[in-house]
């Protein structure tokens, strides 16, 4: 659906979203979502890869629903504690 070489949920989530303007954080993400981890050791990288996978699913629904097949990141775009990041391909 997506040709990003790079996709980030905050920014994906930002872009949709930017009525928003509390940082963006994974726990902010979690209650968004209404995503259960419930028995989930965050901060572990096996269990945080599950949990932003979730997250990067709901945001696809979104984006689904929106009709949407493009994300533009804009790296002028400054988010609560995130900047997007210039992209390059190597």
């Known amino acids: 659906m997506l040709t990003n070489p790079v996709l980030d949920t905050k920014a994906m989530f930002t872009y949709i979203h930017p009525e928003i303007n509390e940082v963006v954080s994974t726990d902010f993400l979690i ?3 209404d995503l259960n981890t419930d028995g989930i050791h965050r901060h572990n990288a096996l269990a945080d ?4 996978a979730g997250i990067f699913e709901s945001i696809l ?11 533009t990141a804009d790296p002028k775009q400054m988010m609560k504690r ?3 990041p210039e992209m390059y391909l190597t």
């Not at 629904?61 to 994300?71: A, G, I």
């Open 49 to 52: 890869c599950g949990v932003i």
């Open 61 to 71: 629904s979104e984006y689904e629903e929106l009709q949407l097949d493009h994300f």
């Open 82 to 84: 995130f900047v997007i």
């Open 31 to 33: 209650r968004y979502y």
